[in-house]
């Protein structure tokens, strides 16, 4: 079998305090580290999603409406699912944290800002595909799961989740 979790693929995280977000792989590690001795990945997600806006709305609204909140941290194979979607290479996902930023929690914050400028930036103008339309694969990371949209804020089961991609 193939590699098909490398770096820019979007996952759906499945377990722990991120369960149900969506995240870019940065770096895979196939073979594990010295650290994490199984195979795991590193990637930078959306832990909140920008809200709709409308023209009604004040400047400050919009402005805080249309934040970002990402997170940064190492993943195991087990715990994320691969979606079809990969970002384009424009975004340069391997940019996105490294190695040396994860090892500090000054890295770590600095990585978080990165990413969030960056996204944002994203979602407010996102790149186009080749017919000229909005990239489905930057916006897949703004829209909510399924089980999302109906306001059940539980653990998603594994069957769902397979059904949906």
Do not use: W
Request: hydrophobic share 40%.
């Amino acid at each position: 079998m193939g590699k098909f979790i490398k770096s820019g693929r979007v996952v759906v995280l499945l377990q722990g305090r991120f369960a149900g977000k969506k995240a870019i792989v940065v770096k895979a590690f196939d073979d594990g580290s010295k650290a994490r001795s199984f195979g795991h990945c590193l990637v930078a997600g959306v832990a909140k999603a920008p809200l709709k806006v409308n023209k009604t709305m004040s400047k400050k609204k919009i402005a805080k409406r249309t934040r970002v909140k990402p997170f940064v941290r190492y993943v195991n194979y087990n715990h994320m699912m691969p979606t079809r979607y990969q970002v384009p290479s424009e975004i340069g996902a391997q940019s996105l944290a490294t190695d040396a930023q994860m090892d500090t929690a000054d890295g770590r914050i600095e990585a978080k800002k990165f990413v969030q400028k960056l996204l944002q930036e994203k979602f407010t103008s996102p790149p186009a595909d080749k017919s000229g339309r909005p990239s489905k694969d930057v916006l897949y990371l703004r829209k909510k799961l399924a089980s999302d949209q109906t306001g059940n804020k539980h653990r998603i089961p594994l069957h769902v989740l397979a059904n949906m991609v």
